[in-house]
């Protein structure tokens, strides 16, 4: 049984946030705990040839529908975010600044974010709101506004990046559970039955 | 409640497959049957602009595991198919042709080429192999190679495959449940759960 399960997502994926609700819970029940990982979808779609689910013909329109209808089973507050999808390099530098001062302010900056952009309808795009965010869960503002410009923090969520694509990931979500690769909000199922059981 | 759920699928896809080993239970649950749709991805990916699952980077490669790790958990027989993909018109043909004759031989023929296909590696792209397997099921060979030329059945598959883009089915496999729609192996549950309780 691992100690952690690791968790990729990009902000911008509907998909990655109903996960994001969800997965401490099925961690939690195994005895695990969560590690986050914001990635940037844009540069993974370049090495994977893909694009976002609802610029396709018919499937986008899918899947924006199952979006909601996913949300609505697992009474998670959701509305389809506008613009969409969006630019989250801020968000995620801002992660991992946080994440090396202390990992549950880090965690709670995850939460506020998504719920920024799914429920209160934020443009967490905008440099500017991811700041505002993240000084409700008490960061100094000046701070952080420092840190998305410099050249370590930039680097460190390039490292990120390069680091999963360097694993295989191509989605978002996708969790890692030791070297197995579980990708989309649908397998969060087969996650506790893999972390229950040690594997099938 | 319906008396019947839509179940849209192409022979050559592999979650189809583990879902048309599934959906009858799901469906006997509440009570319904179910009404088979062999389609043609090749068509609905000019429509919908997707390309076969297993041909892009870092998702293909992890599709074709999770294929496998979706029949292990299903206790569903399953090895990789070679070749793959594969045209798959004569089998749709040649299920169109039954269907008007007798369905529930067609349901048992639609098993066999899977079967064919999925578990003794047999390329059901060959219209040869195709009547081989119809005949085990008792059907005319002589008959059936005709049919298959027949541009009656042709135009039945056509029209088949047009219906499906016009409800605006995009991939394999999709299930309607009146008018919604569910798509992929793992959306199976939640058809159930929508059968049972009439939607959420």
Redesign the interface.
């Known amino acids: 049984m691992p100690a952690t399960v690791d968790f990729y997502f990009d902000f911008s994926s509907p998909y990655g946030y109903l996960a994001s609700q969800r997965i401490e819970a099925v961690a939690k029940e195994a005895g695990c705990t969560v590690n986050w990982h914001p990635i940037l979808l844009g540069f993974i779609f370049k ?4 694009a976002p689910l609802t610029t ?4 986008g ?2 899947s924006l ?2 979006m909601e ?1 996913s949300a ?2 697992h009474n998670i507050p959701y509305s389809k975010p506008e613009p969409f999808p969006v630019g989250t390099v801020s968000a995620a530098r801002a992660f991992y600044w946080l994440n090396d001062q202390d990992s549950e302010m880090a965690t709670r900056f995850i939460h506020s974010v998504f719920k920024a952009y799914y429920v209160d309808s934020i443009d967490i795009s905008d440099k500017a709101k991811v700041i505002e965010i993240a000084s409700t869960n008490g960061v100094d503002s000046n701070k952080l506004a420092e840190a998305l410009d410099d050249d370590k923090v930039k680097s460190k969520l390039k490292t990120a990046v390069d680091n999963a ?1 360097e694993r ?4 978002s979500p996708t969790v890692m559970v030791d070297g197995e ?1 579980f ?2 909000h ?2 969060l ?2 996650v506790g ?1 893999w972390l229950a059981t040690g594997g ?1």
Chains 1, 2 share one sequence.
């Open positions: 090495v994977s040839k893909q396709f013909p018919l499937k329109e899918y529908m199952d209808r609505r089973l694509i295989g990931i191509f989605g690769m990708w989309g649908d397998r199922e087969q039955q099938w």
